[in-house]
């Protein structure tokens, strides 16, 4: 008799009880990070690296030196002070990043990272870019767009529902020091949706914003020239960025929103399942699949660092079994 292949539910099931024992799983929002067919843009832009904090150092400043949000450089440094990280403190800085799962073209926004990703037309060259987004109740839209127009100095003209929320707002705001939108605006196909600058740049990082996309000053001035109107525009939420470096396959795995609210406000979080995840990375691994070190992607899906970690064993290792 012919064996039936398992359900995608079926081997989830099966893996999370066999394989990986008492880890803790649930469903993975967005899709594989798989390189598509003639890219070639590499799967993962820039590296992680690491500094000795100073005396005088916070998070928050750290943050924007290194071209990093508060909310992922808080969450790959569990147990460090915020404001008082002390001199001689280790810091890891997660300046590398798996490229999302979607089209390798114009700007892909990755709401689970709170990064923007720009390919560079014509070359294998990626940016990327730490984003302020929406918070709950205010989150930006998933799809595709392009940007419709752009505007250097651009006045706020206020949303109705802002100013209901806060009824001491003007209805226009124009340019300059107290414009949230800083500097430089890109609007989107979708109305009242702009990836802009902004005054309060401790805002970057964090989901503090009514749904737009806001940068830091100098990045959206680096931004801002360089992209023409009818950029393409994709917007995904993607805890689980799955890729492969240099042969090694990576995995990468954000804080779901609760716990990324939960990092910012004390640091810590409660672990929250990904079931999926087993069946994305042997879908990924094709022949490595023997090679999957289940207790490195446990440990990656309980910690959420949003750091790549390598998931596959030596072939020395494998072999000696």
């Known amino acids: 008799m012919p064996r039936i292949p398992l359900?995608?539910?079926?081997?989830?099931?099966?893996?999370?009880?066999?394989?990986?024992?008492?880890?803790?799983?649930?469903?993975?929002?967005?899709?594989?990070?798989?390189q598509t067919p003639g890219a070639r843009y590499p799967d993962m832009v820039g590296?992680?690296?690491?500094?000795?904090?100073?005396?005088?150092?916070?998070?928050?400043?750290?943050?924007?030196?290194?071209?990093?949000?508060?909310?992922?450089?808080?969450?790959?440094?569990?147990?460090?002070?915020?404001?008082?990280?002390g001199a001689g403190t280790r810091i890891?800085?997660?300046?590398?990043?798996?490229?999302?799962?979607?089209?390798?073209?114009?700007?892909?926004?990755?709401?689970?990272?709170?990064?923007?990703?720009?390919?560079?037309?014509?070359?294998?060259?990626?940016?990327?870019?730490?984003i302020g987004t929406g918070r709950e109740a205010w989150d930006t839209p998933l799809g595709s767009t392009t940007v419709v127009r752009k505007k250097r100095n651009p006045s706020w003209y206020v949303p109705k529902s802002i100013r209901e929320e806060d009824p001491t707002l003007p209805k226009v705001v124009g340019p300059g020091p107290k414009n949230p939108l800083g500097r430089f605006a890109m609007y989107?196909?979708?109305?009242?949706?702009?990836?802009?600058?902004?005054n309060n740049p401790w805002?970057?990082?964090?989901?503090?914003?009514?749904?737009?996309?806001?940068?830091?000053?100098?990045?959206i001035a680096q931004l801002f020239p360089r992209i023409p109107k009818g950029t393409a525009v994709t917007v995904v939420k993607q805890q689980v960025k799955i890729g492969r470096v240099d042969g090694e396959l990576m995995v990468e795995i954000q804080p779901s929103p609760k716990q990324s609210d939960a990092i910012e406000a004390d640091g810590r979080f409660t672990p929250e399942p990904l079931p999926e995840l087993p069946y994305m990375l042997v879908t990924v691994a094709g022949e490595d699949v023997k090679r999957i070190d289940w207790s490195a992607v446990n440990r990656a899906a309980r910690e959420r660092r949003g750091v790549p970690v390598r998931v596959l064993k030596q072939e020395a290792a494998v072999s000696a079994r």
């Open 47 to 85: 590296a992680p690296g690491y500094m000795f904090a100073k005396a005088e150092d916070t998070l928050v400043d750290l943050a924007r030196k290194h071209n990093l949000g508060f909310t992922e450089l808080r969450a790959a440094n569990p147990g460090v002070d915020t404001w008082l990280p």
């Open 188 to 198: 989107l196909g979708w109305p009242s949706y702009l990836i802009h600058g902004t």
């Open 203 to 219: 805002g970057v990082g964090r989901r503090v914003s009514h749904g737009c996309i806001r940068l830091y000053p100098e990045d």
């Open 7 to 34: 359900t995608r539910r079926e081997f989830c099931t099966r893996m999370g009880a066999v394989a990986l024992g008492t880890a803790t799983f649930g469903m993975v929002p967005g899709a594989l990070a798989i």
């Open 92 to 130: 890891l800085l997660p300046t590398g990043h798996l490229l999302p799962n979607g089209p390798r073209e114009g700007l892909v926004l990755n709401l689970a990272d709170q990064r923007l990703y720009y390919f560079v037309p014509g070359g294998a060259t990626v940016e990327s870019y730490p």
